[in-house]
């Protein structure tokens, strides 16, 4: 254990912290992202959804009546996230908003381009204003040791 | 045949379809929550019998994944163009992999760590419920607004 700590603590620095303004940058250039909402007593709720950005809010569509619905929409602290990582490469970044949803107006709604992908009516918009937006950029890590074992391929 | 859900339109995917889907895949999303604060980190993981397992630095997610707390764990591939594609939540708990033969097994997983740190735990989530559905391909739905 004590080799691979030191083989992991030897390499570049491999996580960059993102501003603000570059977060909210790679958000304008995604279509998809996941939703997250806590539930009491459970594990929280977490949906793809397809969005836009309007000003800085995130702008998504629900259904009438679904439970994820009634918790995003239920004044609990939500969680969107956004991320382009290349599995092969190992490289890639992410970027969290975390804030509150409520229900977008329909004269607001009816300006935005943001079809809803599933044949499900969807009527619902939601907006998600963000409180924080964070991200990090990760690069690839350098890989312990092989002699090590075989944890790592 | 596949069970479409009715609110949603949404294709059903059976256990054998989600464990097929989760088997191939290698990149999740696990959502936990913190202080009452939901958060999402990407991870990279493997399917592990019927448990799926990442790796972790103390930390954050660490503190939320696992320590027995319920946590929801989501994979998805989504293509853009097409407007297609699928999303499995697994809802659970999430413990550390402890036990020294588990640890053993678990080590030999192709599970690369992505980032800076060592990330020495491993921490395993196991399944109380696996959803999963398919967005078909739908030229009606393809340039609506």
Redesign the interface.
């Given at each position: 254990?004590e080799d691979?700590?030191d083989a992991?603590?030897s390499?570049p620095?491999?996580?960059e912290e993102l501003d603000r303004a570059e977060c909210l940058r790679l958000l304008a250039g995604q279509?998809?992202g996941?939703v997250?909402?806590?539930?009491r007593?459970?594990?929280?709720?977490?949906?793809?959804v397809?969005f836009v950005l309007l000003n800085e809010w995130v702008i998504f569509r629900t259904?009438y009546?679904?439970k994820f619905r009634l918790a995003v929409l239920g004044e609990r602290?939500?969680?969107?996230?956004v991320?382009e990582?290349d599995?092969g490469r190992?490289t890639?970044w992410?970027v969290?908003v975390?804030g509150s949803a409520s229900e977008l107006g329909e004269w607001e709604a009816s300006a935005l381009?943001?079809?809803?992908?599933?044949?499900?009516q969807k009527a619902h918009f939601v907006k998600l204003v963000p409180a924080a937006v964070t991200g990090?950029r990760?690069?690839?890590?350098e890989?312990p040791d092989w002699r090590e074992?075989?944890?790592?391929? | 045949m596949h069970t479409i859900e009715e609110?949603?339109?949404?294709e059903v995917l059976d256990d054998k379809e989600c464990q097929l889907l989760l088997g191939r895949a290698?990149?999740g999303?696990l959502?936990?929550?913190v202080d009452?604060?939901?958060?999402?980190?990407?991870v990279?993981f493997r399917r592990y019998g019927g448990t799926v397992v990442f790796r972790s630095d103390e930390g954050t997610k660490l503190d939320a994944a696992a320590r027995d707390q319920?946590?929801?764990f989501?994979v998805?591939e989504?293509d853009?163009r097409e407007?297609s594609?699928w999303?499995i939540?697994i809802?659970?708990r999430g413990t550390e992999v402890t036990d020294p033969d588990e640890l053993k097994a678990v080590?030999?997983?192709?599970?690369?760590?992505?980032?800076?740190?060592?990330?020495?735990h491993y921490v395993r989530i196991v399944p109380?419920e696996i959803t999963g559905r398919r967005?078909v391909r739908?030229p009606?739905?393809l340039?609506?607004?």
């Open positions: 254990m691979r700590e992991g603590a390499g620095p491999t996580v279509v998809i996941r997250a909402v806590a539930e007593d459970a594990a929280p709720l977490v949906v793809p397809n259904d009546g679904s602290p939500v969680a969107f996230e991320d990582i599995p190992r890639g992410s969290v975390h381009d943001l079809a809803a992908w599933a044949p499900g990090r990760l690069h690839l890590a890989l074992g075989g944890g790592y391929l | 609110r949603t339109g949404l290698t990149l999303r959502a936990a929550v009452g604060q939901p958060s999402i980190f990407p990279n319920p946590v929801a989501e998805d989504v853009t407007r594609g999303s939540v809802r659970g080590r030999k997983l192709p599970l690369h760590p992505w980032a800076q740190g060592v990330k020495s109380d967005l739908n009606d739905t340039y609506r607004r």
